[in-house]
C-alpha cells in the first residue's frame, strides 16, 4: 500500500492536493464548454444575420429592378428608394453585427486554448512532477516500477473521487 512507502502526512499531502487538483480541473472543463457554447452561439447568430442579410439583398434587387422597369409617380419612386436606403443600412448594421460576432469567436478561440494548454499542463505536472517528487524523498524503500504503480494509483484514487 502506498502508505507503507511514505508518511501518512505526505500521503494525506497528496491526496489533499489531488482533490484540489481535481477541483481545478473540473472547473476548467466548465470553462472549456462555457466557451465553446459562447462560439457555437456566435456562429449561430452570425449565420441568422447572413441569412437576414441575404433576403434583405433580395428585396433590394427587386426594388430597384422595379424601378428600372417601372414608371412610377415621384412619391411612389421616394418610398422605393427610401425603402431600398433602409434595407441597405440594415446590412450594413448586421455585417458590423457579424464582425463584432467574428471578433469575439476570435478571441473565444484563444481563451478556448489557453484553457485547454492550462488544465493539460496542470495534469502533466501532477503525473509528472509533483507526485513523483513527494514519492521520492522515500524512493530508498521502492523501486521506480513500484512508483510507477503508486502514481498510477493515486491517479485512479483522483479518478474515483
Known amino acids: 500500500m502506498i502508505e507503507s512507502q511514505i508518511s501518512s502526512s505526505q500521503y494525506f499531502q497528496i ?40 433576403v434583405r439583398q433580395q428585396d433590394i434587387d427587386a426594388s430597384q429592378n422595379g424601378l428600372n422597369h417601372n414608371s412610377y409617380s415621384a412619391a411612389a419612386r421616394a418610398r422605393i428608394e427610401k425603402h431600398i436606403e433602409n434595407k441597405k443600412n440594415d446590412i450594413k448594421s448586421d455585417n458590423e453585427k457579424i464582425a463584432k460576432l467574428q471578433q469575439d469567436n476570435i478571441e473565444l478561440h484563444i481563451i478556448k486554448g489557453l484553457l485547454v494548454d492550462l488544465k493539460n499542463t ?30 498510477r494509483k493515486l491517479k485512479n484514487l483522483l479518478d474515483k473521487i
Open 122 to 151: 496542470i495534469e502533466f505536472e501532477v503525473d509528472n512532477s509533483v507526485i513523483p517528487n513527494v514519492l521520492n524523498q522515500n524512493k530508498s524503500a521502492a523501486t521506480e516500477k513500484n512508483l510507477k504503480k503508486k502514481q
Open 15 to 54: 491526496i489533499d492536493f489531488l482533490n484540489k487538483t481535481f477541483v481545478v480541473s473540473h472547473y476548467l472543463d466548465t470553462l472549456i464548454e462555457q466557451t465553446q457554447s459562447a462560439i457555437t452561439n456566435n456562429n449561430n447568430n452570425i449565420g441568422y444575420f447572413q441569412n437576414q442579410n441575404y
